[in-house]
């Protein structure tokens, strides 16, 4: 493996002390005391100094922040993101407001950890209370939204969920998530593999199969040797990621291509929504799958190469 991927010694723990740091601020704030300022102050200077060590690493070694892996590269944008101080204080804001909704209906012991997480929504019970992790998309959540984010996170059913994801694909939502990702300029490390190099490979299937009509989308390698998960196209991000898996001399072009050619059909068709779920693989979407040139070889391969 080249070094593809820069690593963040202690990333995952600094940014949990950033979040603990947060709820403890919007805890302050709803307890009838005066916003803690000296505390949010220091925070926000803390989250541009780590956003600037970060950057200054990535220069030290010839690469840029989109070199990190995709977990770090997250945090990093979620960091650019909070050193502007209106959102840092959205930020706080929304904290301070859950948590007044959430004190209102439970007693139940809560961490609440907003971010650029790959999922809009997540509660998960523990010993020490529940962790709610919720898509920094919300971040300009108006009440009601904080009042549905919390029903959902208190006991979820059928129509709160329905509420919500209808409200994560909202015009408010994607504003922020596009406002995150502008800074994910593309780097050439990121999609240079040992073998095949992803932007090449775009380039070759959106001439042959898309007239040159699809937008390119930011394509990287995974970080980790997903087996399973071939590659995933996120609409949120827009974003394919491709498991550095396929990056082997032993993956015959066609196959990668094809799996390529797969995510760039996410991108194009999108998501058909039946009931309250998404569906990827539609009718439609098979038929224009099998327009690949090399759909029964390639799919012959994956059988066999996902299966051993
Ligand atoms: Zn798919």
Known sequence: MPARTLQLRNFTSILEDIQIRFQAIAEKAISGMTMPTTESEQLLKDIRTTQQTILQRCQKRGCQPA?????????????IFLSDPDHFKQ??????????????????????????????FQCKPGRDGYTVTIGEGFVSADPQTVQILVDCSVRSNRRNLTQLRA?????????????????????????????????????KINAEYFQNRLEQPRL????RRATRRLGYYHPDTDTITLSCYLD?????????????????LHKRVGLKEVNTYRLAHTAQFKQQERKFQYYEEAEKFLKWFTRT
């Open 91 to 120: 930020h706080l804001q929304f904290l301070s407001r859950f948590l007044q909704e959430w004190k209102a209906k439970t007693h139940r012991v809560v961490s609440v950890r907003m971010y650029n997480s790959p999922f809009v």
């Open 248 to 264: 082997q001399q032993s993956i015959p072009p066609y196959v990668v291509e094809y799996v390529l050619y797969h995510e760039m």
């Open 167 to 203: 409200l994560s694909r909202s015009a408010a939502y994607k504003r922020i998530m596009e406002l995150i990702w502008q800074h994910s300029a593309q780097s050439s490390r990121s999609t240079h593999g040992n073998y095949y190099d992803l932007q090449q490979l775009f380039h």
């Open 67 to 79: 070199d990190l892996s995709d977990a770090g590269y997250r945090g990093f944008l979620w960091l």
């Open 220 to 223: 990287c390698w995974s970080s």
